[in-house]
């Protein structure tokens, strides 16, 4: 035991300030004040010694515990501050570093025909109309010339959503006709609305999902006639597929909702497997259309007497698939970011609305 604390203060106190890493610094406190250390040791000799020893040597070794544990965490924190300054200048961020390459995203080829059809009709004085995706009985059906046991119910395998009380059920809207219902509420004549939608379907294969999308097309004025429909709609024909002269024909059909209505079929050519459309001996069906029929225009309140109008719809995957040589419908909806950078478009050559498609 020594006679002398103050000697081993200096003696500490002087290896403290000299320790240059953390490490030294542990190192010594455990050597000093660790459960086998110097001061250590010599608070354990206490025991032994009389009273009035004990007493003053007591007061002298719990200073010198006090004191060379404030220089050693004293020393410890500025060796500290020491470290992180250094990291910190080791790691400072270089800003003049180019930046890596990002991957830049694509518009999906839905939203990429959407636009063009838009900008097309758009030029044509369509204007966009909305309407709810859930849908009543009476504007998805009924308003449409659609009425309860009619064989066209059938035919659109429609999701149903739970009944309500009253036994009333609502529907996914089965195609984007009931907007023309909602919009000949609304607003009189003259109206050319385009309806870009999802519509809903309980149907899954190559050409048909769940969910799909349509745009209906709705023009009613007092001269409106046939011959403005079949325009409008070989100018849209020719403009979407980009074939100035592309063969058209409007073949009789049959849809509730118009009458007369027909189907438009354009010209193609299909050799070993592949189908390329413009001319050739082919046809391919492509959209549906016709005159308003005079019920529905009724249903709606307006007079069937003073205006008529034609309508028209189409389906937006079937018009990408047959533009982009897409073979399977349902890959539009699986989210394969690889089928996106493939099939997908740059964000800056979206179509202009004026002067044609760029
Ligand atoms: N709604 C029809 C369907 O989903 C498509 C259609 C045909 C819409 C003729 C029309 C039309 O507006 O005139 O099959």
């Not at 309407?131 to 998805?140: L, M």
């Not at 497997?273 to 069906?285: A, F, N, Q, S, V």
């Not at 990408?320 to 996106?340: C, N, P, Q, V």
Request: glycine share 8%.
């Amino acid at each position: 035991m020594t006679d002398d604390p103050e000697a081993i203060k200096t003696e500490i106190l002087e290896a403290t300030a000299a320790a240059t890493t953390l490490d030294r610094l542990e190192a010594i406190r455990v050597e000093e004040l660790g459960k086998k250390g110097r001061i250590t040791g010599f608070m354990k000799e206490l025991g032994s010694m009389d009273p009035e020893r004990r007493k003053t040597v007591g007061l002298a070794l719990n200073a010198l515990k006090t004191d060379v544990a404030a220089a050693i965490e004293e020393r410890k924190r500025d060796l500290a501050d020491a470290d992180l300054d250094a990291r910190l200048m080791a790691d400072a961020v270089d800003v003049t570093l180019p930046a890596r390459p990002e991957k830049p995203g694509r518009v999906h080829p839905i939203s990429q025909t959407i636009d063009e059809v838009v900008a097309i009709l758009g030029e044509m004085g369509f204007a966009i109309a909305e309407g709810p995706d859930i849908e009543d009985d009476w504007y998805n059906f009924t308003a449409l010339n659609i009425p309860p046991e009619h064989p066209a119910r059938q035919e659109h395998d429609t999701f149903y959503l739970p009944g309500q009380n009253d036994g009333h059920r609502m529907l996914l809207r089965t195609h984007t006709s009931p907007v023309q219902i909602h919009t000949m509420q609304q607003q009189k004549p003259p109206i050319r609305i385009i309806v870009p939608g999802r519509t809903y379907r309980c149907d899954y294969d190559a050409t048909h999902s769940p969910m799909f999308h349509q745009i209906e097309g709705l023009a009613v004025d007092e001269s409106t006639h046939m011959g403005h429909l079949k325009g409008c709609l070989i100018e849209f024909c020719r403009a979407y597929f980009g074939v100035e002269d592309l063969p058209v024909r409007f073949r009789p059909s049959y849809f509730p909702f118009t009458e007369p209505s027909a189907e438009v079929d354009i010209g193609c050519i299909r050799e070993g497997g592949e189908l390329r459309i413009g001319h050739g001996d082919d046809w391919l069906e492509i959209l549906g259309c016709g005159m308003v029929n005079p019920k529905v225009l009724e249903n709606c309140g307006i007079d069937s007497g003073k205006y008529q109008g034609f309508a028209f719809g189409m389906g937006i995957e079937r018009l990408a698939m047959l533009k982009y040589g897409i073979a399977d419908l349902r890959t539009f909806f699986e989210s394969d970011l690889r089928w996106l950078r493939h099939y997908g478009f740059s964000a800056l050559d979206v179509p202009s609305m004026v002067g044609g498609l760029n």
